[in-house]
């Protein structure tokens, strides 16, 4: 049990952040200050809960790159249905109302590359601009302020020292890790993913599956939202911009395989809190003004490591033969058509 | 036997065509002083060079099965490092010679990881997208160069014929590669690729020198598009380009390309970038609300493939 934990991806992810982790500390004591802590946890969560709804979509061999502007339109159409200064609806009718515009619209990215059979490269392509462009029109340009003062306290509210948003990511990543596990849904995922040829085969519905992943994923946009944006002062049309690729970027560095079909979702968390916490990091290791401009180039410097390394671990370990059902190292290409 | 006459492949370009000018006619029902003249259109071609430059070497890594996402980093860090060198020495062909250098690099190390770590493109260059934007961040400081010269400038403003040197770049390269796409093997061998890679490795034919520099001249483009941008606007910093690898891929997708390669042509590319050129223009001139830009582009991207998925019969 114990040398299969330690073969596996997820330790290296660990050990590279405990490392990390022990590096900054030796420099300033302070990181390890539970603030410091917490604020990374709470900057994770809601990457975090978009991932788990993304995995799901990159298991099953698809991809959604709209998840950004999916959010900064969910963020606004928020702080439209309840702010104090616009509409101003009840939180009990205003927060259903939002998880339903997110999963509606997630239906409709799996209705388009379902039953559309739109790529889902291009569909969500073109829904990144549809849905940024329309943000811009219902907030007509400005930024929105006053969200119910309820709300904003919610979000703050400890619940045995933690913040409500930590333990909301808490639950959605347990969901999925049960989902994916124990349910007989979470098995045909990587079904489809590593043959979709086969899936179908056995019997297993494609559309059923994906239309399923993609409204998971819109609705963990909608989750992700309530729990984030109270924290801002304001929402901006422009929220969200660039959240895709941290997404999918933390996806892949979670050893998620784009050709679908492989991953675990502890790998997934794990990367999530390593590059949401690389710019804290920088800030402690205090590289200074001339440095801090350094900052994108370090992460980008990091993805590519990681993107690599990661590739490499594969390689090591499908020599070495030790395959079950979600570290599957062989990937089934094509299928006759 | 009968031989039947060679099956008519241009369709999809036929019908862009005809939209294209459905548009162009519908939106200069409302703006004639623009849509309708000449004179305007060539003025304000100005500013489609660079996605359009950009959009034929995504073309031909698309019909590979391929992607490249970092189009528009490599061109803000070519951009810089042209600025930088400016700078430094005052001499515009060492700097464009050193800017097309680092664009290169760009390039090859996309090539170089997609073709010997055998990753997927899309990993590839979603990571040297964030990489390439922020060295060009950190080596630049914020920092805007400007102050190129007139005749740097005259690279996009001067017209020959009503079209800059640029456009003029740009048709050239558009003739070359459908010649080269339809009537030299390299070309069938870029369609072999996308349909069946591993079929036409197995027949001996050198996939991975081919895709490596496919992505190295992609990276050389981004450069190039990077000069006629400083050029166009005289300003040089680490912004320059973004958000570019997305008009340039819905484009490329809008012009009839398979984004699962295997299918598409340099020409449809080239229809693509101008209906998307003619739709931005009817926004800024008759909507005057940039927010409609992004929302009329998707759909047109959407609808395309949906009308395309509903009249063709094949599978892919």
């Known amino acids: 049990m114990i040398s299969t934990f330690v073969k596996s991806y997820e330790f290296v992810l660990l050990a590279v952040i405990v490392s990390i982790v022990t590096v900054v500390s030796v420099v300033d004591s302070d990181f390890l200050l539970p603030v410091n802590l917490l604020d990374i946890l709470t900057r994770s969560s809601a990457p975090a809960i978009v991932a788990c709804g993304l995995m799901l979509v990159v298991l099953s061999g698809e991809i959604d790159i709209s998840v950004g502007s999916l959010f900064g339109f969910v963020a606004t159409v928020m702080g439209i249905l309840l702010s104090t200064d ?32 739109v790529p889902s490269i291009v569909a969500t392509l073109g829904l990144l601009g549809v849905l940024r462009g329309m943000a811009l029109l219902v907030s007509d340009g400005k930024n929105i302020g006053g969200l119910p003062v309820g709300l904003q306290s919610a979000t703050k509210v400890g619940f045995v020292g933690l913040p409500l948003g930590i333990w909301v990511a808490v639950f ?30 056995v019997g297993l519905s494609e559309w059923r599956l994906k239309l399923f992943a993609f409204a998971y994923t819109g609705l963990c946009t909608s989750i992700a939202v309530i729990i984030d944006v109270p924290r801002l002062p304001r929402i901006e049309a422009k929220l969200g911009d660039g959240f895709e690729l941290l997404v999918v970027t933390c996806v892949v560095v979670g050893g998620v395989s784009i050709a679908g079909g492989r991953g675990r979702i502890s790998g997934v968390v794990l990367a999530v809190v390593l590059m949401t916490m690389l710019r804290p990091v920088l800030t402690f290791l205090d590289i200074g003004a001339e440095g801090e401009k350094w900052t994108g180039a370090i992460q980008g410097v990091f993805i590519i490591a ?13 020599r070495s033969r030790q395959g079950n059902i ?7 290409e094509g299928e006759p058509s | 036997m009968i031989q039947r006459p060679r099956e008519f492949g241009w369709w999809h370009e036929v019908v862009l065509l005809l939209l294209l000018m459905a548009v162009v006619i519908g939106a200069g029902m409302f703006v004639p002083k623009f849509f309708w003249s000449l004179t305007q259109q060539l003025r304000l071609s100005r500013q489609m060079w660079e996605v359009a430059l950009l959009s034929l070497g995504m073309t031909l890594i698309i019909l590979t099965g391929g992607i490249d996402l970092s189009v528009g980093s490599i061109m803000a860090l070519s951009a810089v490092s042209f600025g930088i060198v400016f700078e430094a020495s005052e001499s515009l062909p060492m700097s464009a010679v050193s800017c097309l250098l680092v664009a290169l690099c760009c390039g090859a190390l996309n090539g170089a990881l997609v073709v010997w770590l055998k990753l997927h493109p899309l990993i590839v260059t979603l990571a040297t997208f964030a990489a390439f934007r922020g060295i060009a961040e950190g080596v630049s400081q914020g920092a805007h160069y400007s102050g190129f010269g007139e005749a740097f400038r005259g690279l996009s403003h001067d017209n020959y014929l009503g079209i800059s040197i640029a456009g003029w770049s740009f048709f050239g390269l558009v003739a070359v590669l459908t010649v080269m796409l339809t009537n030299t093997s390299w070309g069938r061998y870029l369609y072999a690729i996308g349909h069946n890679e591993s079929a036409v490795r197995f027949s001996g034919i050198p996939v991975d020198g081919m895709k490596f520099s496919l992505y190295s001249a992609n990276g050389v483009l981004s450069g190039l598009a990077a000069i006629v941008l400083v050029s166009r606007t005289g300003a040089a910093n680490a912004d320059v380009g973004s958000g570019f690898e997305l008009e340039v891929i819905t484009a490329v997708v809008i012009g009839g390309t398979s984004i699962f390669g295997g299918r598409g042509t340099v020409i449809g590319t080239a229809l693509g970038v101008l209906l998307i050129h003619q739709t931005r223009k009817f926004v800024d001139l008759y909507l005057q609300a940039a927010e409609w830009t992004p929302i009329l582009i998707g759909c047109l991207l959407i609808g395309s493939i949906l009308v395309y998925r509903a009249c063709s019969r094949d599978s892919k």
């Open chain 1, 86 to 117: 616009h509409l101003e609806f009840p939180l009990l009718i205003g927060i259903p109302l939002v998880l339903m515009v997110g999963l509606l619209i997630g239906l409709g990215t799996g209705v388009l590359v379902t039953f559309g059979r």
């Open chain 1, 172 to 201: 959605v990543i347990a969901f999925t890790a049960v989902m994916l596990k124990w349910l007989p849904i979470g098995t045909r995922f990587y079904a489809i993913g590593s043959s979709n040829y086969a899936a179908r085969m």
């Open chain 1, 306 to 318: 990681a993107v690599v390394g990661d590739h490499l671990l594969t390689r090591f370990r499908s």
């Open chain 1, 326 to 332: 979600d570290a599957n190292p062989t990937e089934l």
